[in-house]
Each structure stands twice: as C-alpha cells, then as structure tokens.
Nanobody
Framework: QVQLVESGGGLVQAGGSLRLSCAASGRTFSGYAMGWFRQAPGKEREFIAAINWSSGLPYYADSLKGRFAIARDTVQNTVYLHMNSVKPEDTAVYYC??????????????????WGQGTQVTVSS
C-alpha cells in the first residue's frame, strides 16, 4: 500500500522560501514518477512538477518553472519541493503524488495514482 505523507507547510512571507517534503513508503518506487500538485480555495487542482524516481528527470509547469524545484532522495524515499520567491497566489494545499507511469505522462495528464493528504502553505503579503 503506497503511503505519501507531506510535511513542511506553514506560513511564509512573500519573497521567502519554503521546502516541502513527502515521505513515500509501501513499495519500491523504481520506475515510478513522483509529483507535486496544489489546490487553492475555489480553484481546480494545479500541476506543479513531476520527477522520474530512477533517473531524476524533472518536468515543470511552465508558469512555475524557475521558482519551484522538485528533487528526490532515493535513500530516504523522500521527494522535495523547493519553493523560492513565494507569492500570495502560491497559497494553497500542496499534495504529493505517485504514479506508475513516467513523469512526462503525469505532467501531460495532470493525474496520478496515489495522493498524500496535503499540507497547507499560506503566503502573507
């Protein structure tokens, strides 16, 4: 049973940085893709980034590339989302996801097989 547990959310001032973590367990993730999504109140879920577990090749939403970075630690079984120069519009619940397909497919379809419970990020102006 795949389990994904996010942490690292909280309140941050605009212009600041934050690192989210996602602890993954329940299987070997070789061949899987891991991703980050977010959902703000009243808005649809938005794709942020995905990464191939084995190769580390990342894919990003064009609008967030350059400010956000995804990384994975295959020893700690953890996926990270580094958020820089955050803005009030980055306020949302951030979700970690895992999928048996590639990061390219996750990025294109904006879907995933497994989801974490989410962690709230609030950016104050």
């Amino acid at each position: 049973q795949v389990q994904l547990v996010e942490s690292g959310g909280g309140l941050v001032q605009a212009g600041g940085s934050l690192r989210l973590s996602c602890a993954a367990s329940g299987r070997t993730f070789s061949g899987y893709a891991m991703g980050w999504f977010r959902q703000a109140p009243g808005k649809e879920r938005e794709f942020i980034a995905a990464i191939n577990w084995s190769s580390g090749l990342p894919y990003y939403a064009d609008s967030l590339k350059g400010r956000f970075a995804i990384a994975r630690d295959t020893v700690q079984n953890t996926v990270y989302l580094h958020m820089n120069s955050v803005k009030p519009e980055d306020t949302a619940v951030y979700y970690c996801a895992a999928d048996a397909r590639t990061a390219f497919v996750v990025a294109r379809t904006r879907t995933a097989d497994y989801w974490g419970q989410g962690t709230q990020v609030t950016v104050s102006s």
